[in-house]
T-cell receptor, first 112, second 117 residues
Framework: SQQGEEDPQALSIQEGENATMNCSYKTSINNLQWYRQNSGRGLVHLILIRSNEREKHSGRLRVTLDTSKKSSSLLITASRAADTASYFCATAVNSGNTPLVFGKGTRLSVIA | EAEVAQSPRYKITEKSQAVAFWCDPISGHATLYWYRQILGQGPELLVQFQDESVVDDSQLPKDRFSAERLKGVDSTLKIQPAELGDSAMYLC???????????????FGPGTRLTVL
């Protein structure tokens, strides 16, 4: 079953704008991860945030985590056409080699 | 850069036929996962291996699905017989704490897209 729910389901923006995607989940977690999936391809890991962290940055990506609200957000700044993809949040209830529970994803379209 | 390999990339079959998918994880990755992704949804775990042992197959429809990782390296996922509802992307992923990663980042293969007619 899906753990997370991403919001919005689809997002269309102009190149150069910022894109914000939100994720809510249901159970306590050890960490939350964001993945990107280009159409018809596998998933690529973007960033991981642990349950004791509130914010993390990686290049143009900024992730926040609010464990009290069981929610996370992914911000992509200065978007590019190449950022067009589906973005999924995934939660892990434990550290170590534990399966990830994915949300349904947000489809981002960046228009040049 | 090391990658997870999967084959075939695409498979079209008729219902009631048998299909098999192959995955070769990143060298040295002890943990291997098979996920199923229905169009428009996120991946859902089918089975997890640690070396050659099944750790979690609670979501694997065992009446028709089977998975093996005999030597703890590559893995095969089989469906017999295939049903219309099995049409999906089948993704393989691997991970390893022994590689020095402090967390369970998973590396995904390109997937096998199955269409059952």
């Amino acid at each position: 079953s899906q753990q997370g729910e991403e919001d919005p389901q689809a997002l269309s923006i102009q190149e150069g704008e910022n894109a914000t995607m939100n994720c809510s989940y249901k159970t306590s977690i050890n960490n939350l991860q964001w993945y990107r999936q280009n159409s018809g391809r596998g998933l690529v890991h973007l960033i991981l945030i642990r349950s004791n962290e509130r914010e993390k940055h990686s290049g143009r990506l900024r992730v926040t985590l609010d464990t009290s609200k069981k929610s996370s957000s992914l911000l992509i700044t200065a978007s590019r056409a190449a950022d067009t993809a589906s973005y999924f949040c995934a939660t892990a209830v434990n550290s170590g080699n534990t399966p990830l529970v994915f949300g349904k994803g947000t489809r981002l379209s960046v228009i040049a | 850069e090391a990658e997870v390999a999967q084959s075939p990339r695409y498979k079209i079959t008729e219902k009631s036929q048998a299909v098999a998918f192959w995955c070769d994880p990143i060298s040295g990755h002890a943990t291997l996962y098979w996920y199923r992704q229905i169009l428009g949804q996120g991946p859902e775990l089918l089975v997890q291996f640690q070396d050659e042992s099944v750790v979690d197959d609670s979501q694997l429809p065992k009446d028709r699905f089977s998975a093996e990782r005999l030597k703890g390296v590559d893995s095969t996922l089989k469906i017999q017989p295939a049903e219309l509802g099995d049409s999906a992307m089948y993704l393989c992923a691997s991970s390893s704490l022994r590689a020095g990663l402090p967390h369970n980042e998973q590396f995904f293969g390109p997937g096998t897209r199955l269409t059952v007619l």
